[in-house]
């Protein structure tokens, strides 16, 4: 449920004057040293320094291109869309996953995952256009942008996959959300430089509920999550997010969404939960991505 107020204080922040850059980079800057204490207390004593170089650099590229580039993409795609639309089609990630698998290996994807692709992109559609040409021209350059942010997480989830078995999830998590963060940083200060401004006690508090509330006691509450419930229960839980985003924004930010994109967003998740059902049903070996992992840094 936490996960679900990052759009929110988004919003807030643009209203009093910041811009998708500031707020992206100043969020992780902050919420860095928060996770990365927690994840090395985690470590066993070493570890860090016995990764490969090779898996390290992996993880540090694929970070960069999750965190940097696909959450760059998603926070300004919030300047111009509703938080619920924004947040049920970064949702669409693990079908993208299935089909960049299938595109790998060569070979058609199974009955049930293309019944979950067909769901989940049918739900797209609605979302996107909610059957009215006025609100899909609204809606079309934002919705591409969080589409290609998703696709951002889903090589994330790849490169997870490879390097994850190599350096554990901790020290991949730390090297990626590192050098994403150093992303940020090095191109805000081309941009707009570094100079720091004093903040108005609302955007202090929006700044910290952000990086807290939004960030931080979310990953770490996910993490915890997984661990006692198993990965499969968790993501399914997970799915109680994208609802609760677009409820929140109809109570917060005054924000509408037609019938036509509920509907879109039930399908989306109804693909979701297709994945994952199969996913439980699969013996050991095969691997398909859960929906619990769309936040497992931050975004």
Known sequence: MCFATKGI?????????????SVLVTRSVLALPIISAWTLWRLKPGALRAAPRSALLGAAAAGAFCYYVGSSLDFYALTTLDVGVERVLLFAYPTMVVALYALLRRQLPPRH?????????????????????AVLTRNLGGSGLVLACAFTMAVYYLASDRWTGVLGAAV?????????TACLVVDYGFRHGLSAAAWPGRDAGLVGALVIVATV?????????????????????????????MLLGAWLLDERLRAAQWIGALLILAGILILEGARTRAPLGTRQPAAGGADGVPR
């Open 9 to 21: 204080f988004a919003k807030f922040l643009y209203a009093d004057g910041w811009n998708a850059a």
């Open 172 to 180: 991949f998590t730390v090297c990626g959300s590192a050098a994403a």
């Open 217 to 245: 006691v979310p990953m770490l509450a996910m993490a915890e999550g997984v661990r006692r419930l198993g990965a499969e229960r968790a993501a399914l839980v997970s799915t109680v997010g994208p609802p609760a985003t």
């Open 113 to 133: 995952v293309l019944v979950a692709l067909g769901v989940t992109y049918a739900g797209i559609v609605l979302v996107v256009s909610g059957f009215d040409l």
